[in-house]
């Protein structure tokens, strides 16, 4: 792939040039326009390379393959005018917008590649079975639940937020792997216990001895109705 940033190159040295031609009023305007154009090459540019890592840390740590067909638009353009002579407003405005445009389109892209692996791996997780972890690890179990439904629902999908992802959801994954799944016994009263309120007749002698059993007593509250 053609390197990113040679567009940023070509800018900079670009700088210098409209350094030299500071000895005057025009060669003033002149650099002040070029060292603008510049700041935006640069921004453009910035976004475009964050958004490349993103894609790449898709194709490392989820598999899942994002094209980077197209990362040079606008670079040769704006080469060939920048070939011993300083480019005109529009010529930096035009790769600018091909940047843009680029970037737009590669963001698209990594958002849908991201939430269709992320959802996979979330609806896979197995996260029923934290009620049999020990109750130590239990809390932290849940607080990386909810660090993974947050980054899994990221508007933009960066290349430190799927490094993260896949690393909190690797490690929560082998502790639940380890451990049982919730007997059938009470798999109905939690499922309900989580959606409407339960009453103390709803439940039996049996279910609140597992309860017990299992450490979940200290996660339902019991209360009177009116009271």
């Known amino acids: 792939m053609t390197d990113l940033m040679s567009v940023l190159d070509k800018a900079v040295k670009l700088q210098s040039e409209s350094r030299r031609l500071e000895s005057g009023a025009e060669g003033q305007d002149q650099a002040n326009r070029v ?26 740590h989820a598999t899942a393959e994002v094209s980077l067909a197209g990362l040079d638009a606008g670079r040769r353009d704006l080469a060939r005018r920048a070939a011993g002579s300083i480019p005109s407003d529009s010529a930096f405005v035009a790769a600018r917008r091909k940047v843009d445009s680029t970037a737009d389109a590669l963001a698209a892209a990594i958002q849908v590649a991201w939430k269709e692996w992320a959802d996979g791996q979330m609806a896979a997780l197995p996260d029923g079975r934290i009620a049999m972890l020990e109750i130590a690890h239990q809390a932290p179990a849940r607080a990386t639940l909810k660090t993974l439904r947050g980054l899994a629902g990221e508007a933009v999908a960066t290349a430190d937020c799927i490094a993260e992802f896949t690393a909190a959801y690797a490690g929560l994954r082998e502790e639940l792997d380890g451990a049982k799944d919730v007997p059938e016994t009470i798999l109905g009263l939690l499922d309900s216990l989580s959606r409407r309120p339960v009453t103390l007749r709803d439940v039996t002698d049996d279910q609140i001895a597992l309860l017990r059993a299992l450490g979940l007593d200290s996660e339902i509250q019991v209360r009177r109705i009116g009271g």
């Open 35 to 60: 060292a603008r154009r510049v700041a935006e090459i640069e921004a453009a540019l910035t976004r475009l390379s964050g958004l490349a890592r993103a894609a790449r840390a898709l194709r490392q």
